[in-house]
């Protein structure tokens, strides 16, 4: 099965701080993804990535950067980190090539900003 | 624009009763629909996915039908068990070639002895 990591899986980060979550997939999936999981809202997509070098923004990217050096890594970057972002962030990985696409998640960075 | 609703916050039932989570969608072009599940503390992974050819997925005693006309893919189990407790997320992919998916705001199944 498809192996997604994430770390760190728990961070506390002061207001303003910066703060990245690292994610690793072993499965040479072209497209990766960061969600962020409210209660009240779900799960919603931040960034996303066709490949090595693209970052697409999703539905909600202000306040969020993301960083796709290799096929293999995408990073999640909060400049000046908020109260606001706290929240649990999934990383997911995905062929993206067949009409339907399977996304495996990894086990999730719990954020708190304080 | 594309969407997925799922009304039931929370499903509380006794085990042993049969499950249906509601969820409908709206999608620009020809639909994909999943449904992930969530246990506590763990990662969404996929439960099951409709198919091309309108044939029914199962997984673990549970099926969901893809309605076009009703725009629908309830997820429906026969037997509700004590491990099914779970977050169940909706989701649609999205239509073109970026495999995005856009989910549900999920619902939470609570199954009591």
């Known amino acids: 099965e498809a192996a997604v990591t994430q770390s760190p899986r728990n961070k506390v980060a002061v207001t303003g701080g910066k703060v990245t979550l690292s994610c690793n997939q072993t499965?040479?999936?072209?497209?990766m993804y960061w969600y962020r999981q409210d209660t009240g809202h779900g799960l919603r997509l931040i960034h996303y990535?066709?490949?090595?070098?693209?970052?697409e923004k999703g539905d909600i990217p202000d306040g969020y950067k993301a960083s796709r050096p290799s096929q293999e890594n995408f990073s999640l970057i909060l400049e000046l980190a908020t109260p606001s972002q706290t929240s649990v962030y999934f990383c997911?990985?995905?062929?993206?090539?067949?009409?339907?696409?399977?996304?495996?998640f990894g086990a999730g960075t719990r954020l708190s900003v304080l | 624009g594309d969407s997925v609703t799922q009304t039931e916050g929370l499903v509380t039932l006794t085990e042993g009763l049969p499950v249906m989570l509601n969820c409908t969608y709206q999608?620009?072009?020809?639909?994909?629909l999943f449904w992930y599940v969530q246990h506590l503390n763990e990662a969404p992974k996929l439960l099951l996915k409709?198919?091309?050819?309108?044939k029914r997925p199962e997984h673990q005693g549970f099926h969901a039908t893809l309605h076009k006309s009703s725009s629908s893919f309830h997820l429906q189990k026969s037997s509700a068990q004590l491990s099914d407790s779970a977050l169940y997320y909706c989701?649609?992919?999205?239509?073109?070639?970026?495999?995005?998916?856009?989910f549900g705001l999920g619902t939470t199944l609570q199954v009591q002895p």
């Open positions: 997911a990985s995905g062929s993206g090539t067949a009409s339907q696409n399977t996304l495996y």
């Open positions: 499965n040479n999936h072209n497209n």
């Open positions: 409709s198919f091309t050819d309108n």
């Open positions: 989701a649609l992919r999205i239509t073109g070639n970026t495999g995005k998916l856009i």
């Open positions: 999608s620009t072009y020809s639909p994909f």
């Open positions: 990535s066709y490949g090595a070098g693209s970052t």
